[in-house]
């Protein structure tokens, strides 16, 4: 059979949904104590630049920093080496400002996750560190809306599902939007004058964004798609090329959006790489899974199916149509539709705000790792 987890997928530059965590208690010398020493010697060099009277609603305001961010570095395997980067320790200085200047709480959850994201992927990557700092920068005095906005416009461009129904694929996105959409997304364009001016994003002169319905139909061809009518030449060859590469037929299935008809069990074409098999068999009353990867050839078989695919104009339209449809039944989903296609100039999220959009995402679903 198929494999068809429920993980959430990136395409491109991006990443799988899916992370991992190991706890550890010291390394090179550095325990949890002495990191919360050097976070708040960081703390005494920001703190100079406060007056004694800010100091009681600043060292709250810090304090609620600190333990957003020390559990996470707890759960990171080699967090705590970074203390003694002096780089890493200006960041923190740095975060401490931004934290010590904002009173909205959830933003030093924020600065936490971009912390992490600068210890996760920031050692080697100097236009990694640069968007992480200018980030941190920035987190006080980004608007909520226009925060949730980038977020959602982030999540558009880099999360797609991976599951082999359609109606699952849009389950996985219905759940990722519902908790990303946590305010009122904004209308107009000075939500996207205010992130040009925080440099989150760039706006172009010219161009114009695709509607939800065409970038989706896009993004996921394997899902919006007309197949393979049954029982013609080319369903048989399908068959065929199955057969001659030892796969099984399982792997054309019912076309949801369009009866009579087949596809593989993907969300694009481009996953056909990413594809595996799973045994599911009965061992002494409990069911056990062998996973098995494809060869090159048996790719190359998919991907000689996926071409056949019919091309009708017509039915095609049909496909995106009762897509659409479904897409609508989902609350999140349409409302992001209805946001999205009102949006009125074209924008680009930059270095910086792809960094923060992703933080955001992160503070919001922790099931989203560390972008790639």
Request: glycine fraction near 4%.
């Amino acid at each position: 059979m198929v494999s068809d987890r429920q993980i959430q997928k990136a395409r491109k530059n991006s990443q799988q949904i899916q992370a991992g965590t190991i706890s550890i208690t010291n390394v090179m010398g550095i325990d949890e104590k002495r990191a919360r020493e050097i976070f708040n010697e960081m703390y005494a060099i920001a703190r100079r630049d406060f007056s004694k009277d800010a100091y009681e609603c600043a060292n709250e305001r810090v304090a609620q920093f600190e333990e957003s961010l020390m559990p996470k570095i707890m759960q990171i395997d080699g967090a705590l080496e970074k203390f003694a980067d002096p780089s890493f320790q200006f960041l923190i200085t740095e975060a401490h400002k931004t934290a010590a200047a904002t009173e909205r709480v959830a933003d030093y959850d924020l600065l936490s996750e971009l912390l992490v994201h600068r210890i996760q992927k920031g050692d080697k990557n100097r236009k990694v560190r640069a968007g992480i700092a200018r980030a941190v920068e920035i987190v006080d005095q980004i608007d909520d809306d226009a925060l949730c906005a980038l977020t959602v416009s982030h999540a558009i461009s880099s999360l797609l599902p991976i599951a082999n129904s359609v109606k699952e694929g849009l389950d996985i996105l219905e759940n990722i939007f519902s908790k990303l959409i946590y305010t009122e997304l904004p209308r107009g364009r000075e939500w996207l004058d205010h992130l040009e001016i925080l440099d989150a994003v760039r706006l172009p002169s010219f161009g114009n964004l695709k509607k939800i319905d065409q970038f989706y139909s896009e993004q996921l061809d394997g899902y919006v798609c007309v197949g393979i009518a049954k029982r013609t030449d080319k369903y048989n060859d399908a068959i065929s090329l199955l057969e001659r590469n030892q796969l099984p037929s399982t792997l054309l299935v019912d076309n949801e959006l369009l009866d009579g008809h087949v596809r593989l069990p993907i969300c694009a074409k481009t996953f056909i790489d990413s594809l595996s098999l799973i045994n599911t068999r009965v061992v002494n009353g409990q069911l056990e899974e062998q996973h098995f990867e494809l060869s090159r050839e048996q790719k190359d078989a998919l991907m000689n199916i996926y071409d056949l695919y019919d091309n009708n104009e017509e039915l095609k339209k049909k496909v995106v149509e009762r897509f659409m449809d479904e897409w609508k039944k989902r609350k999140a989903l349409a409302s992001l539709c209805e946001w999205w296609d009102s949006i009125p100039i074209l924008f680009e999220i930059t270095a910086v705000g792809k960094v923060l959009a992703h933080s955001n995402a992160q503070r919001c679903d922790k099931s989203i790792p560390p972008m790639e």
